[in-house]
């Protein structure tokens, strides 16, 4: 009888291929778990612990210098908010127009509108027809990807039009301006039934479209979340403008002057206090050449004494030392090119010697890919003003405006609010003799005493917005512990 033949497989096989499927299915299972998570726990926070710590204590302290040192830090990929799920009611198109903060001020006020309409925003346009003339488009300014990442959780933001969509782009879409200080239910009850019947509706100028009070605190916080969190520099502006800082906070602290004593707003604003006679006709032929600036007869001296007028660079020079500033403080002049040149800058250079400019600072192959590029160059300025230890605004302009918000969100730094009204009363007087020094020095730090950045709640003019306090100068809401919260409630 022939012998049975011993089977090819070891005993128990089937146990072991089954144990060795559960603990593969198992590994699985807790991996898409775990993945599924990661967002969630970004949202709470949870605390993460690091492997390679654990024991640590145990540790000298050059055993640990030499891990950290031999060990490669290995960034993880950040995690994202996750994507809010909405039915769009359709597109936002916009073409910015103004300065660097003009427009950005207006950016975060159309994020806001696209929230509250549940609408899908492009990626903005930016002004390239203004005064400055320059081409650089969101993306030479601003981070786009992680303008897009933070905010996925409130809207969808989006590079380009669906191809759908391009046969009426060639048609041309339906255009217009949003009424200036508007609240909330002028875009719910005007603009909304426009988005409907044209599925994409394109707003041709964005500046000041949203009013600055009387809109629901959500709506508030979101207009600081973009501002302070979603609009990012792109990483060549910011790692030079940390540069600028670096090399200003080498030798202690450092004050930043936004002189805006430049061609463009002296033309704009007929101010020509301290020009000769060919510059008040150059500036005067500027005005006119540009036809949106509406006002062309303007009295510059009656404008002036009016308080409306940007401080001369001899003014501001007074006004520094009747303040306190010793003359060897820094100061950094955060400005395009000033009106004269250097021969406009000679009195407050004698008084303050140790005044900079970032092409002072840095390299000319630095600052070459900046050059013929104003909204680029104002960023640069723009990073340094929010790092400095105090900044001083010659003219309350966006630029300052939206400079000294941002400082209040950051810790209420020290901003010096020059009251022009004041002050052209005040240095009239010293230079006509009718004030000594000490009179005039007191009388000018008694008038700014409470102007310094402090915390304080915003100035509002029922239906005169233009007057009362810019909401991105002072933007209350966002400045108590519970900064920022996602925006809810809010379903059309």
């Known amino acids: 009888m022939a012998k049975p033949q011993p089977s090819a497989r070891p005993p128990g096989w089937r146990c072991t291929a089954r144990w060795w499927l559960a603990r593969v299915g198992t590994s699985v299972f807790v991996w898409t778990v775990l993945m599924q998570l990661a967002p969630v726990a970004e949202v709470w926070r949870f605390p993460r612990s690091d492997a390679r710590w654990q024991g640590a204590s145990a540790c000298n302290a050059t055993n ?29 198109q916009l073409s910015c127009n103004g300065g660097l903060n003009q427009m950005r001020a207006a950016i975060c006020d159309m994020v806001t509108i696209s929230r509250y309409l549940n609408l899908t925003l492009l990626i903005p346009e930016l002004d390239k027809r203004s005064f400055w003339a320059d081409p650089s488009d969101f993306g030479d300014i601003f981070n786009v990807q992680h303008f897009i990442d933070s ?22 879409l339906f255009s217009m301006p949003p009424v200036s200080w508007s609240n909330e239910k002028y875009y719910l009850k005007q603009i909304l039934p426009l988005i409907k019947k044209h599925k994409i509706i394109h707003f041709n100028k964005t500046d ?34 940390n ?75 007074l006004v520094l030392q009747a303040l306190g500033f010793e003359r060897n403080t820094l100061i950094y002049i955060a400005s395009g090119e000033i009106y004269g040149g250097e021969r406009r800058l000679a009195a407050l250079r004698a008084v303050y010697p ?60 020290k901003t010096i609010l020059l009251d022009r009204l004041e002050l052209v009363e005040l240095l009239d007087l010293h230079q006509s003799g009718k004030l000594s020094w000490e009179q005039f020095s007191g009388a000018v730090q008694e008038v700014h005493k409470n102007q310094m950045g402090q915390p304080i709640q915003r100035k509002v003019i029922p239906d005169r917005p233009k007057e009362e306090d810019y909401f991105y100068a002072n933007p209350h809401e966002c400045l108590g512990p519970q900064r920022m919260t996602k925006l809810g409630g809010f379903e059309i």
């Open 64 to 92: 640990l210098s030499v891990l950290a040192d031999e060990t490669p830090h290995l960034e993880s990929p950040p995690v994202l908010p996750p994507r809010r799920v909405y039915k769009s009611n359709g597109y936002l």
């Open 243 to 317: 540069k600028l800082v670096s090399i200003l906070q080498r030798t202690g602290s450092f004050v930043v002057l936004h002189l805006r004593y430049e061609m463009d707003m002296l033309a704009f604003s007929g101010c020509t206090h301290g020009c000769s006679d060919k510059e008040t006709e150059e500036l005067t032929r500027m005005r006119y050449a540009y036809p949106w600036w509406k006002e062309k007869e303007i009295v510059s001296e009656k404008k002036r004494l009016e308080g409306l007028c940007p401080l001369t660079p001899e003014e501001t020079a």
């Open 151 to 172: 905010l996925r959780d409130e809207i969808k933001i989006i590079k380009s039009l669906p191809k759908k969509f391009y046969g009426k782009v060639q048609h041309g």
């Open 354 to 413: 140790k005044l900079v400019r970032k092409e002072m600072l840095l390299s000319p192959d630095e600052l070459r890919p900046f050059q013929n590029h104003s909204t680029q160059m104002a960023a640069l300025d723009y990073v340094v003003s929010v790092a400095s230890d105090v900044f001083i605004p010659s003219y309350d302009g966006n630029m300052a405006k939206v400079v000294e918000g941002h400082r209040r969100y950051t810790g209420f730094r």
């Open 208 to 241: 000041a479209r949203l009013a600055n009070n009387g809109l629901p605190i959500e709506l508030q916080k979101l207009r600081c979340r973009v501002n302070y969190q979603a609009l990012r520099f792109t990483p060549k502006i910011e790692a030079l403008g």
